[in-house]
């Protein structure tokens, strides 16, 4: 979008073009165990006991969800997204509700890490 208004809408477009047309074959080969790892996890989840059927075939979902940046949102996509939060949002409640609250010290001692790598997050993102 950056480019599209310094450049203008062609460029841009014919920039995107020409730099997709080189192969990516390093991130290409990954997809496949992306994709994998999702169906992994939720086999392990599922045999652990940690997630049951249902939550665990909802995680297996998210194996379908395209990976980049540039891949656009589909209702296939909220599909699977929805899929990791039926999966993980009951299990993370009951984890919260079966944990102990930190102590003074841990806070004090993790809120400026916490700080520090949300202003490391946005002076990077600014960067580029």
Request: glycine share 14%; with cysteine.
């Amino acid at each position: 979008l950056s480019l599209s208004d310094s450049l203008g809408q062609i460029t841009a477009t014919r920039a995107v073009g020409d730099y997709y047309g080189y192969p990516e074959w390093v991130a290409s080969s990954l997809t496949i165990a992306v994709m994998a790892g999702w169906i992994v996890l939720a086999g392990g989840c599922l045999l652990a006991g940690v997630l049951r059927l249902a939550p665990s075939i909802a995680l297996a979902l998210m194996s379908g969800l395209m990976v980049g940046v540039l891949k656009g949102s589909t209702w296939a996509s909220v599909v699977q997204v929805a899929g990791i939060t039926v999966a993980f949002v009951p299990l993370g409640v009951t984890f919260l509700r079966g944990a102990g609250r930190p102590s003074r010290h841990a806070v004090m001692r993790t809120a400026p890490l916490i700080l520090l790598f949300v202003a490391g997050s946005i002076i990077l993102g600014q960067l580029g």
